[in-house]
């Protein structure tokens, strides 16, 4: 499993027709900062791509499986899913299903919830429920570091919303890297904060963190906050 220092390492696995469903995944994923191996792109065309596929298996924490028809039909697959079962089992993994056209968990998977996505457009809202049921604290500490990035007002905008259902769940050491994220976040070129100048962030999601978070907060970064918003 990785260190808190580590890149979160992510294996997706998924049946050869459904590659662009798979690549569009990794790419959404890597902008999270996210390390994701996906085997067509990853494995060097001399390597032996069994032994590859295995060490990436093992060296990942998160692995995502795009169910679909073809993949339960699969025996590559379906023996892919059966090392990760053996693994969170007995070493620790998480396990993302996520379907794209109905099929439910089956074989080793069986008994994984399944989370469902639209093939055809999906976005990181879409995979963020059943993503964040696993590796949460990782995961959310990913979305802070996101949104202190915001690089424009509908970014921040949207980052911050895909945080708020887990406001509640966040600990002290989350807390507070939030308030240093809301409060140093600044444009590039015009070195304005995308955060705290935002009308929803502004008036609606930073009022709703200082009240669900505020116990974790001291008296002066509470006072700091308001007086952005203010």
């Known amino acids: ?26 790419e959404m994923l890597v902008e999270f900062g996210v390390e994701v191996f996906l085997s067509a792109e990853d494995i060097e065309t001399s390597a032996k791509w069994n032994d590859v596929i295995l060490e990436s298996l093992k060296s990942s924490s998160v692995f995502f499986c795009l169910l679909s028809k073809n993949y339960v039909k699969s025996p590559f697959c379906m023996q892919e899913s059966g090392v990760v079962a053996f693994l969170e089992k007995t070493e620790g993994r998480d396990v993302v299903p996520l379907s794209i056209d109905g099929t439910v968990p089956s074989g080793f998977l069986f008994g994984f919830q399944a989370g469902r996505i639209n093939p055809a457009e999906f976005s990181f809202e879409d995979v963020a429920p059943k993503t964040l049921t696993y590796s949460r604290d990782r995961w959310v500490e990913l979305l802070i570091e996101r949104l202190g990035n915001s690089y424009s007002f509908n970014n ?5 919303k895909l945080i708020l259902p887990y406001l509640d769940k966040l600990t002290k050491e989350q807390v507070e890297l939030f308030y240093e994220k809301i409060i140093t976040n600044k444009d590039e070129h015009f070195h304005k904060n995308q ?36």
Do not use: H, R
């Not at 499993?1 to 990794?26: G, H, P, R």
């Not at 921040?156 to 911050?160: G, S, V």
């Open 1 to 26: 499993m990785e260190k808190d220092n580590e890149k979160l390492q992510v294996f997706i696995s998924y049946q050869t027709t459904d590659k662009e469903v798979a690549t569009k995944l990794k």
């Open 195 to 230: 955060i705290t100048n935002d009308s929803d962030c502004k008036y609606e999601y930073i009022p709703k963190f200082i009240e669900v978070c505020g116990s974790l907060l001291n008296e002066s970064e509470i006072e700091t906050l308001k007086s952005e918003i203010s």
């Open 156 to 160: 921040a905008k949207a980052n911050f």
